[in-house]
């Protein structure tokens, strides 16, 4: 039983060159150079999910990453891996996968395989920005300072010497005709000396000329007096993105939550209670008692009058006892 995965686009179709068919008991998927499904995105963890095979069945499991890992629209938990159909579409980060279990040829060196994919995903973006990504080897000192050589074709063999059929021709009298071979290879460039005379130096140690060696970022090669860097866009470009943090992608809404959450809204606003008509002001009880009470013209006259009356009333009186 084998596995393969694909790497999908923003409409879901699988992108060219993006396959992979490993048949591990155990696959991991991340951003990371150990991962066997190599992801270069900064959503994407670096050990972020893995997919096991046992007892006949293919389950997918989050590896505790920073943004998740989803199957359909369901949420696949570190401590329980959820089972896969036989084709079925997994999310890592902002990264979809359609993962396709069957009896597929497995990769026969997955590890380049793997690098493959990922130095691709970095070119296209690349690509895009408008960049070139193609690795070229330059002559940094020696008789043949500023010499360089493109390396823009996967898998063809390139040579250096001083022989007028080679790629790159070098004038220094210890170089060999035939002297050192250059393929591409999966983003990789590999080395191997064609049995030179004075041999060829990596860093500090000796090519063979029965097995290839990558040439990493940073390493000198020495070929006689010459001394050779490679400028490598996407080396550079895919260890950058694999030293940076994880970046958080907010969850993407679920169109018909999206419905849900908008009709709830509506509801909301339909059910709002109509504004109160506001009920005429009562005047105030001080308002009230200023309206009706006397003023102190009003007293002095009914005090006045009062006083009278007494007075004329004990007048009436002592006129009647006489």
């Not at 060219?16 to 008991?25: A, M, S």
């Not at 009298?173 to 041999?199: A, E, F, I, P």
Request: charged content about 30%; aromatic content about 2%; proline content about 6%.
């Amino acid at each position: 039983m084998a596995v393969r995965f694909e790497v999908l686009d923003d409409s879901g179709e699988p992108r060219e060159d993006k396959c992979l068919v490993l048949d591990g008991t155990r696959i991991l998927i991340g951003r990371g150079p150990a991962c066997d499904v190599r992801l270069p995105e900064v959503s994407v963890s670096l050990r972020h999910a893995s997919v096991e095979v046992s007892g006949g069945r293919v389950q997918v499991r989050d590896e505790r990453s920073t943004n998740g890992t989803m199957l359909g629209r369901d949420r696949v938990r570190p401590v329980a891996p959820m089972t896969l159909d036989k084709t079925s579409v997994i999310r890592v980060g902002r990264v979809r996968l359609r993962v396709t279990i069957g009896t597929f040829a497995p990769e026969t060196e997955p590890s380049i395989s793997a690098r493959q994919i990922a130095y691709g995903l970095v070119a296209e973006a690349l690509e895009d920005r408008g960049l070139d990504a193609t690795p070229v080897m330059r002559c940094v000192a020696g008789e043949d300072e500023g010499a360089s050589l493109r390396l823009a074709e996967e898998g063809r063999a390139y040579r250096v010497g001083r022989e007028d059929h080679v790629d790159l021709v070098l004038t220094d009298n210890d170089v060999s005709r035939d002297h050192v071979q250059l393929t591409l290879r999966g983003g990789v460039v590999l080395l191997r000396d064609l049995n030179s005379k004075n041999g060829t130096l990596l860093g500090e140690v000796e090519l063979s000329s029965k097995r290839d060696v990558p040439w990493k970022l940073g390493a000198t090669l020495t070929i006689g007096h010459d001394e050779f860097l490679l400028d490598d866009p996407l080396g550079k470009a895919l260890a950058a993105i694999e030293a940076e943090p994880d970046a958080i992608v907010p969850d993407e809404p679920d169109p018909d939550d999206a419905g849900s959450e908008k009709h709830a809204d509506d509801e909301v606003i339909s059910s709002k209670p109509a504004p109160k008509r506001r009920a005429p002001e009562r005047a105030s009880s001080s308002m009230q008692s200023t309206d009706i009470a006397p003023t102190r013209a009003e007293l002095a006259i009914l005090v006045t009058s009062l006083v009278v009356l007494a007075l004329s009333a004990v007048g009436l009186v002592l006129v009647l006892r006489r």
